[in-house]
């Protein structure tokens, strides 16, 4: 490939055009972006975003997109006019429930450093004097959110790249992608074939038209959504400069479904409260004279609701009526993050989808490090399109949760909560099993999964009392489990753990390669591995189990592992295989585990016999088993594997023998709380690839000497000393106190971190958080305090593994 590939990008709204500044900037200059409408207005969803630009999101990784969005066009204008109004953002509360989140959410921005600030009513109304402020009980205020003119943005970031060579064609409609030998060559139009070495598809809720003509599912579902403007507002009239359209704060009033923005003197209203309007894309218009495809008819009846509570906020409001209004069309996902990434399967062709303006310009510029860099420069797993399982890309699945996350756009979301429908759908073989001993699941990647039990509702338990927040999801049996765990023993259901068979003479070499501990062990070892990027992040972390000389079983995080390997699979000697829904897992874990297992089996399970970190087969009863000797909960005990047609035989023969040494079926909330009393860190939540292995804690699984593997280069010469910020455990002083994770850190008044995991710990008798702190403040005593719903909650740094350091007992 050339230095500066020749690239297509499908779509010049406010991704595609975004994304040729970004690449243009980067030294890419042989960009080419096609629309089927006319520039720079040409029909999709950006022709007509209101814009509005709310950046506190739950997601790290979203606000920073956003904030970044926000200084670049803060600093657009096109022809002298702003691209970017920063009148700021108000979130008002009307309900107690949001004022208590708005708390939350206040937290929420401080820990990704967005400055916000809490109001009481009569200072929200100063700031938006329509608010009547007899009707709320407060707002949370971001000074730096604002209002973004995408037309003004695509224009000004399209002049900017076709001043460093871009081109944009206008009136080109892409009907076909063309391919050879696995790898895009370029974009069929009906006004002939645009060849590139890399196809972007930025085409918004077209996408799956687009994913189809590559051979690729764009989980996402085009819905229609209601935006209105009003006549006057006499109280507004003179007020805004009209070249300037506004001057009050954005506003969102969540607990009804609505938004506002000031247009001049009349008032912009988005509503999310109606029923769901899927579209199917094939009904969608082609652009054309007067036609602005994203634009439906505006169904009145639908609005009626959102006009009773707008003018109960905004009394003003009464005296003018809504004058124009359309269902505009835009993107939702089945878990409410855009799509970005490469297709496996087409090399060369990427996706930029379900992106608002919002967000845009910080994925833009993310897929233009991707493209240039080989690496997005911040982490992306939310985001990856390579992240869905199978069966969360049935069409029917994409338009449940597409239509349940319209609805659930504003509401207070607990980070725990499921959606419910469909569901079940993916059950391990003990599902029957765990119905019977009342398990609580909850639901992730498809799986249903037991976070307590009913049928230990009578075991002994003392554990204080919770705030209503963490009670939800959570029950008081999770410590009783997890006491079980510790004092007798317990059956973990670990089946929906991906698992990945890597086998095939070139295995070990490939996995080598790509992992950074060494994995040149006799057949029986397990090992701790972790996968890294070129720039030395961590991707992943792996147990690795070396079961015959070709043949190695990898406990995996999820999808995006097996898509790095699949990628990085060399042409022939080695296969990857997702055995996870064919085999199933149970861990028993405890003090009396062997007792448990041990006479189940001729093999010897004994401690000499199957030493901590290795691996055997063995027959349990009737069933062949692979037991892997770890404990992700910090007690003595193994994961137990088989074929899921013998899962189910497999507990009942675990539980017919535990009986006599009081087993307990437990669920997740014990199991987190006794990963985190162990210092056990869980990809995606505690690390991800924005940081190196020193930082996280996980030097210890680094082989530096084994021979050359990814991302060694880049973490050369680092060390723990020299890690600048750190994966760090508390506890919290108060024993009775709780946080949930993704609270600010505080040291003296500043914000100096954020949390990523925390959990009860129940043998430590208190909360155990982990968070990502400055080296400086990571030494065990700091005093330092925890933000939760807007206390401060005195915590301090402990040495770790706050239990059982020594591993006393898990090796006996
Ligand atoms: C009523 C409404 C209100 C909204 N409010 C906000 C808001 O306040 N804040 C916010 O952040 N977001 C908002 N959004 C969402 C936001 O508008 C979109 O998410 C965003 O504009 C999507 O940008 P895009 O560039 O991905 O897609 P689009 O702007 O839709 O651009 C995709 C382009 O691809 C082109 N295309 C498609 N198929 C082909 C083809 N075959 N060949 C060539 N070209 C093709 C289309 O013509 C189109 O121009 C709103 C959306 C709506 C509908």
Redesign the pocket.
């Given at each position: 490939m050339t230095k500066s590939p020749r690239v297509v990008v499908?779509?010049?709204?406010?991704?595609?055009s975004a994304l040729a500044d970004e690449l243009t900037e980067r030294g890419w200059t042989d960009v080419t972006v096609?629309?089927?409408?006319p520039l720079f207005a040409?029909?999709?969803?950006?022709?007509?975003?209101?814009?509005?630009?709310f950046q506190t999101n739950p997601s790290k990784t979203m606000t920073e997109f956003a904030a970044y969005t926000v200084r670049k066009l803060s600093g657009l204008t096109l022809d002298g006019q702003w691209c970017f109004r920063q009148v700021g953002g108000l979130e008002v509360a009307t309900t107690e429930a949001r004022w208590t989140d708005l708390r939350r959410k206040h937290g929420l921005a401080t820990s990704w450093g967005v400055e916000a600030a809490l109001l009481g009513p009569d200072e929200c109304a100063a700031r938006h004097p329509l608010l009547d402020p007899a009707a709320i009980l407060g707002g949370l205020h971001v000074a730096t959110d604002g209002l973004?003119k995408?037309v003004r943005a695509v224009e000004a970031q399209a002049r900017r790249a076709i001043g460093r060579g871009a081109r944009f064609l206008g009136g080109?409609?892409?009907?076909g992608i063309g391919r050879q030998d696995g790898r895009v060559t370029g974009v069929e139009?009906d006004q002939g074939f645009i060849p590139a070495e890399i196809v972007v598809c930025?085409?918004?809720?077209?996408g799956p038209?687009?994913g189809r003509m590559a051979g690729l599912t764009v989980p996402l579902l085009p819905l229609a959504?209601?935006?209105a403007v009003t006549g006057q507002v006499a109280a507004l009239a003179g007020v805004n400069d009209p070249a300037l359209e506004a001057g009050r704060p954005i506003l969102r009033h969540q607990d009804r479904d609505l938004?506002y923005r000031e247009h001049g003197d009349r008032i912009g209203i988005?509503y999310y409260g109606h029923r769901p309007m899927p579209i199917d894309v094939d009904d969608i218009r082609p652009?054309g004279d007067m036609v602005m495809?994203?634009v439906l008819p505006f169904t009145e009846d639908d609005f009626a609701p959102a006009w009773r509570e707008s003018v109960a906020l905004l009394p003003d409001l009464s005296g003018t009526k809504v004058e124009e209004g359309?269902n505009?069309?835009?993107?939702f996902t089945p878990d409410g993050f855009p799509i970005m990434g490469e297709h496996r399967e087409l090399a060369g062709f990427w996706v930029?989808?379900?992106?608002?303006?919002?967000?845009?310009a910080g994925v833009a510029r993310a897929m233009a490090q991707w493209l240039v860099d080989g690496q997005p420069g911040t982490d992306v797993h939310e985001c990856d399109l390579n992240r869905f399982e199978q069966v969360q890309l049935a069409p029917d699945f994409i338009e449940e949760r597409g239509k349940q996350n319209f609805i659930e756009v504003y509401d207070i979301v607990h980070p725990l909560q499921p959606m419910e429908k469909p569901r079940p759908l993916r059950t391990s073989p003990f599902y029957p099993r765990q119905r019977e001993l009342g398990a609580f699941f909850l639901e992730g990647t498809g799986w249903e999964r037991p976070y307590w039990f009913e049928s230990n509702a009578a075991l002994p338990a003392t554990v204080p009392a919770r705030d209503e927040w963490s009670a939800r999801y959570w029950s008081p049996i999770a410590a009783a489990e997890a006491a079980a765990t510790r004092q007798r023993v317990a059956m973990y259901d670990m089946t929906p753990l991906k698992r990945l068979e890597v086998s095939g003479p070139g295995a070990l070499a490939f996995l080598q390669r790509l992992t950074t501990n060494n994995l040149a062990k006799t057949v029986g070892s397990v090992t701790y591995t972790l996968m890294l990027g070129h720039d030395g992040g961590v991707r992943s972390d792996l147990t690795v189990a070396r079961l015959a000389e070709h043949v190695f079983q990898v406990g995996a995080n999820g999808p995006l592992d097996e898509d790095w390997m699949r990628r990085h699979l060399p042409a022939d000697g080695v296969q990857v295989r997702d055995i996870t829904a064919g085999t199933c897992c149970v861990g028993v874990w405890g003090p009396l585990a062997r007792d448990l297992v041990q006479p189940l089996t001729r093999a010897d399970f004994s401690h000499a016999g199957l030493k901590y970190f290795r691996a055997t087969s063995a027959y349990l009863g009737e069933v062949p088993v692979t037991a892997l000797r770890v404990s992700y909960v910090g007690e003595l005990g193994w994961e137990l594997y088989t074929s899921a047609d013998l899962g189910l035989k497999l507990w009942d023969t675990l539980w017919a023998a535990g009986r006599e040494h009081g087993v307990v079926a437990a669920g997740r909330s014990a199991f987190n709380s006794l990963r985190l009393e162990k210092g056990y860190r869980a990809w995606g939540i505690d690390m991800t690839t924005e940081h190196d292995p020193y930082e996280a804690g996980l030097g210890f699984a680094v082989r530096m000497d084994k021979g050359d593997f990814i991302g060694r280069a880049a973490i050369e010469g680092r060390t723990a000393e020299t890690a600048r910020r750190r994966l760090t455990c508390l506890t919290l002083d108060d024993p009775a106190a709780v946080v949930m994770g993704k609270e600010p850190v505080f040291a003296g008044g500043s914000a100096i971190g954020y949390v990523t995991s925390a959990s009860y710990g129940y043998t430590v008798g208190r909360t155990v958080v982990y968070a990502w702190l400055p080296a400086a403040l990571a030494a065990p005593g700091t005093a330092l305090a925890v933000e939760y719903f807007g206390e401060r909650l005195p915590a301090t740094v402990a040495a770790e593994p706050l239990f059982d350091p020594q591993m006393e007992r898990i090796r006996r």
């Open positions: 499908i779509g010049a709204g406010v991704v595609g096609v629309d089927q409408g040409p029909g999709g969803s950006s022709s007509h975003a209101p814009g509005l630009v973004a995408a080109h409609t892409v009907v139009t930025a085409a918004g809720f077209w038209r687009i959504h209601q935006y938004y988005g652009p495809p994203s359309m505009g069309i835009f993107s930029a989808e379900a992106v608002w303006v919002t967000h845009s």
